[in-house]
């Protein structure tokens, strides 16, 4: 079971790799590491037997036994966004209209694609701090009959904030409209149940909460949704009826597989259940933020969100206004240090991201924090506090 702190079977990557605190791809573990050193036949039935396990249990993280056999799960190659494109490629029809909810860069990237596919849609951009809130979106669908998706991030990890996707998914349901989710960063960590959230499909890839390494994502989706989208797709290779129907006659994937991602995602897949499922890795993903916000905070730093949209997947800190705090500094001297930290990917302030996903726990989290109040001392920056003119910004928009 999950035990946050003590989580026995976390060690140090090995040599001198650093700590990966980055969204994805995340430090994993010594047993998915070495579970990608054999070779698998993808037309094999060892193989195949490793594809249905991993459908299967996929499908059981967001489907309890009720909603079982309404859903599928179709895995497909490439990272998070070529799943995401397929999923609006197959489940949008070519003439619908979508509503996208922004608050990021990745709800940003969503428009985008739509863009490309050549779909139409409106577009609800809140900025880098705000959620999607249920009223406007009951809104916009009040206003605009012809919407027939609703697109929502679940974690948008270019600011870590937790987006409220239950409210969301009420309004859309109850104007009969369907969901289509990007859980890419929270999914096998953040609750997510079929059976009280009415969803389309929901997406997330292999190298984000559940712990495997990067080379494939996947979709869960209504079967009704997946027949639907037969023909529909734009793309050859990201055609989901297409790969779902191969799959079901004849278990393997339809052009080459990620076999040794398969083999690393199953054991990842092994031990997420050990740890006690979604709630235990919750637990201490959870335990891994509170440690490292209160850690930075007692050091001066300021994050982004209000403590009410920070999720504990990934926590952005305004850089400090101090002039000798320079990110690249900062970042080598943590590197140094055996930790990978992230830029910022905001559209107004200077921040940095750090990361609480993937296989650490809070005796790392507190190493970090050190590691921050070294690197601050070694740069001769004597407060960590950001300029007046972010936490003005942050005050704002909470009021
Ligand atoms: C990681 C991520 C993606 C996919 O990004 P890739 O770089 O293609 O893997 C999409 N959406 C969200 C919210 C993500 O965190």
């Known amino acids: 079971m999950a035990n946050g702190s003590s989580c026995a079977d976390i060690v140090d990557p090995p040599g001198s790799e650093p700590y990966l605190l980055t969204p994805g791809p995340l430090t994993t573990s010594p047993r998915v590491k070495a579970a990608m050193l054999r070779d698998w036949g993808s037309w094999d039935g060892d193989f195949r037997a490793m594809t249905a396990t991993l459908r299967r249990q996929l499908l ?78 009951a809104r916009a669908l009040d206003e605009d009959p012809d919407i027939g998706h609703v697109i929502v991030v679940h974690c948008e990890t270019s600011s870590g904030i937790l987006n409220p996707v239950e409210e969301i998914a009420a309004v859309v349901h109850a104007r009969g409209r369907k969901l289509l989710i990007d859980s890419m960063s929270a999914l096998g960590a953040i609750p997510l149940d079929a059976a009280k959230v009415p969803f389309e499909a ?38 989901l009826h297409a790969q779902w129907a191969y799959m079901e006659e004849t278990g393997q994937w339809r052009f080459t597989p990620p076999t040794h991602v398969v083999a690393a995602f199953l054991e990842a897949l092994g031990q997420h259940r050990a740890e006690g499922g979604v709630s235990g890795r919750l637990a201490r993903y959870v335990e891994n933020r509170d440690t490292l916000v209160e850690g930075m905070r007692a050091l001066g730093f300021e994050t982004l969100l209000a403590d009410r949209w920070l999720s504990p997947i990934i926590v952005t800190f305004f850089n400090p206004a101090d002039p000798r705090f320079a990110f690249q500094h900062f970042y080598d001297l943590m590197k140094g240090k055996g930790f990978i930290i992230y830029p ?22 507190r190493r970090v924090v050190k590691a921050v109040g070294e690197s601050l001392e070694e740069m001769g920056v004597a407060s960590a506090a950001p300029p007046a003119s972010a936490l003005e910004e942050k005050a704002r928009l909470a009021a």
Do not use: W
């Not at 940095?352 to 790392?364: E, H, K, Q, T, W």
């Open 60 to 137: 059981e993280l967001v489907c309890s036994s009720g909603t079982v056999e309404e859903f599928d799960c179709v895995p497909m190659q490439g990272s998070g966004t070529f799943v995401v494109e397929a999923m609006l490629g197959s489940f949008i029809p070519r003439d619908g209209r979508s509503l996208v909810l922004a608050n990021g860069a990745y709800g940003q990237r969503i428009a985008r694609t739509l863009d490309y596919l050549g779909r139409s849609y409106r577009l609800i951009d809140k900025g880098d701090y705000l959620p999607p809130r249920a009223e406007e979106v």
């Open 202 to 239: 929901v997406v997330s890839s292999a190298n984000k909460c559940i712990e495997g390494v990067p080379g494939f994502g996947f979709v869960i989706a209504r079967k009704e949704a997946l027949r639907a989208a037969r023909g529909r797709s734009h793309s050859l290779s990201l055609d």
């Open 344 to 365: 910022g990917k905001l559209t107004v302030v200077d921040s940095f991201r750090i990361g609480c996903i993937g296989r650490l726990d809070a005796s790392v989290m």
